[in-house]
């Protein structure tokens, strides 16, 4: 497709459990974003990856999260041992390198966490 | 903080009058950026502003910058029902990941 996928749409789970979410971006875009979004709060960024460079986890709220991204191209970000405070919508978006900045997103996937 | 903070965090209007949000903010920054979020969807963008202009129009849409202020204003005009949805800011710096506001809900009432 033309557009950001993400799976799965929504996602529940019990306490402690792991998950995994998936991101595939734009074909091209070089640079991806993970960001969670609590109800009705704004975006928390989380993770970034450009181009070949070291991701910045700067946003990672804990050890318990990690993303990676293969080839340059898919995104998974996987959270352990999932509590129920982790519940959220989680965001990717993508964008071109060198480009104005403008982040095309996913619709996103919804974690309940039981 | 590195966010932009949006105002007012809702609001309300009838359907063909003009909407106002704005944005404030703290750092520098290279761009400035809107984007809309219609209910559990995921965010598109709207418009960006280079920290060396003053002012851009997209169809309804002006966007102003100040950055002496570091403030941005997003106006809607002949507001839809339609256009009711959460509007965020997102301040861009070299080297550093997009940041947003928490947003502001508008509604428009047909």
Known sequence: GAGVSQSPSNKVTEKGKDVELRCDPISGHTALYWYRQSLGQGLEFLIYFQGNSAPDKSGLPSDRFSAERTGGSVSTLTIQRTQQEDSAVYLCASSQLGATGELFFGEGSRLTVL | ?110
């Open chain 2, 1 to 110: 903080s590195q966010q932009g903070e949006e105002d007012p965090q809702a609001l309300s209007i009838q359907e063909g009058e003009n909407a106002t949000m704005n944005c404030s903010y703290k750092t520098s920054i290279n761009n400035l950026q809107w984007y809309r979020q219609n209910s559990g969807r995921g965010l598109v963008h709207l418009i960006l502003i280079r920290s060396n202009e003053r002012e851009k129009h997209s169809g309804r849409l002006r966007v102003t910058l100040d950055t002496s202020k570091k403030s941005s204003s997003l106006l809607i005009t002949a507001s839809r029902a339609a256009d009711t949805a959460s509007y965020f800011c997102a301040l861009r710096r070299e080297g550093t990941p997009l940041v947003f506001g928490k947003g502001t809900r508008l509604s428009v009432i047909a």
